[in-house]
Every structure is written in structure tokens, then in C-alpha cells.
T-cell receptor
Framework: AQTVTQSQPEMSVQEAETVTLSCTYDTSESDYYLFWYKQPPSRQMILVIRQEAYKQQNATENRFSVNFQKAAKSFSLKISDSQLGDAAMYFCASPDEYNNNDMRFGAGTRLTVKP | NAGVTQTPKFRVLKTGQSMTLLCAQDMNHEYMYWYRQDPGMGLRLIHYSVGEGTTAKGEVPDGYNVSRLKKQNFLLGLESAAPSQTSVYFC????????????FGEGSRLTVL
């Protein structure tokens, strides 16, 4: 089964600076998707960014971008120009290789943004 | 702009009691899911549905049942609640052709005493 690992339980960043959240995963598939989700204190999770493994170009959504290293099975999230509203739990996720409907989530990284 | 709505938001049960969580989505999504979130463990899939009248087991299905009688609703039932089922439950939905792009509800916090 798919394993998604986030090794940083907590991270902090100064407002306006850049922070990178790490994620590694394990799969035998060659074509798959990877996702980052944000869960603010309100609890409702929202999709931040998606990466398709067959695309070599790293995905970008405004201030959010990924560093996708397929050979290393690494999928990190970079947040540029951090804002107070970025404070949240961030979850890395990927569908299980045997069941695309079973999304596997990492344990999460709590990001604090300091003013 | 309702999106995915879960009821109730909070519930306290005694061991052995039963209850049903209701999830409703107004985006006409084909797929619906129930996850549970426990501290330090991320989200884990309980059951899911790929269409009206169909359900399937996820990673942690034991102790739960689900039904999807209407496309817009997905019910999660606990027949005999146990303290191990104390958790925050999230419903999500998605389009058939967009795997992993989940739209979540706000969660339901369940405590079993």
C-alpha cells in the first residue's frame, strides 16, 4: 500500500519569507498523482496544488510551488512570500497504487507564520 | 455556495449507542468518501462510493456502514459505538475524472465515552 511520510511535525516561518515542507512517498507505479492539502484552524481541508508524475515540470499555483523529484520519491511544497493566512496544517497525499479511490495522507506538518 | 455539508458537527455518544452522520453535496459529484482524522495520523479512508447505490471499503472500514441512496447524499453509520471511534470525521466528494481532487466538508467531531 502507498506510504506517504511527512518528517516535519512542525515548521515556522517569518511573514514574507519562504518555507519548504517536505514529503516522501513510496510507490511502484510510474504514473500517479501527488497532492498538497491545507487544513486551517476552521478544519475544512482545501486542495493547494496537484502534480502529475509523468509531467517533469513542477506545478505552480501563485505563491505555492512544488519540487518534485521522481527518482527520489520526494514531493516538497514551497510557500513564497508567506502570509499570516498560510498558517495551517499541511498534508501531502497520493492515491494508493492498488486503489485510486483510496487517498493516502501523510501525518501533516503544522505551519506557524510569525508576524 | 454550500459545497459539502456534514451534520451533525459535534456529537457525544456512550459506548454501544448508534448514530448516523449525514453528508450532502450540491456539486453533482459522482464520488463521495468518508475519512477519519486522528491526532498524528492524517486522514484514513473508511468507505467510499463511486455512484448512487454503490459503496466500497477503504483502509479502515470495520465498525462502520454506509449507504448512498441518492447521488447527493452519503451516510455513515456506527451501529455500536466504541471509544476507539472517537475521532473527527470528514466527508469529501470528487468528480469521476479528477482523482484525488477532493472537496471536503467541515468535519464532525465524535466522542464516544
Amino acid at each position: 500500500a502507498q506510504t506517504v511520510t511527512q518528517s516535519q511535525p512542525e515548521m515556522s516561518v517569518q511573514e514574507a519569507e519562504t518555507v519548504t515542507l517536505s514529503c516522501t512517498y513510496d510507490t511502484s507505479e510510474s504514473d500517479y498523482y501527488l497532492f498538497w492539502y491545507k487544513q486551517p484552524p476552521s478544519r475544512q481541508m482545501i486542495l493547494v496544488i496537484r502534480q502529475e508524475a509523468y509531467k517533469q515540470q513542477n506545478a505552480t499555483e501563485n505563491r505555492f510551488s512544488v519540487n518534485f523529484q521522481k527518482a527520489a520519491k520526494s514531493f516538497s511544497l514551497k510557500i513564497s512570500d508567506s502570509q499570516l493566512g498560510d498558517a495551517a496544517m499541511y498534508f501531502c497525499a497520493s492515491p494508493d497504487e492498488y486503489n485510486n479511490n483510496d487517498m493516502r495522507f501523510g501525518a501533516g506538518t503544522r505551519l506557524t507564520v510569525k508576524p | 455556495n454550500a459545497g459539502v455539508t456534514q451534520t451533525p458537527k459535534f456529537r457525544v455518544l456512550k459506548t454501544g449507542q448508534s448514530m448516523t452522520l449525514l453528508c450532502a453535496q450540491d456539486m453533482n459529484h459522482e464520488y463521495m468518501y468518508w475519512y477519519r482524522q486522528d491526532p498524528g495520523m492524517g486522514l484514513r479512508l473508511i468507505h467510499y462510493s463511486v455512484g448512487e447505490g454503490t459503496t466500497a471499503k477503504g483502509e479502515v472500514p470495520d465498525g462502520y456502514n454506509v449507504s448512498r441512496l441518492k447521488k447527493q447524499n452519503f451516510l455513515l453509520g456506527l451501529e455500536s459505538a466504541a471509544p476507539s471511534q472517537t475521532s473527527v470525521y470528514f466527508c469529501a466528494s470528487s468528480w469521476r475524472g479528477r482523482p484525488g481532487e477532493l472537496f471536503f466538508g467541515e468535519g464532525s467531531r465524535l466522542t464516544v465515552l
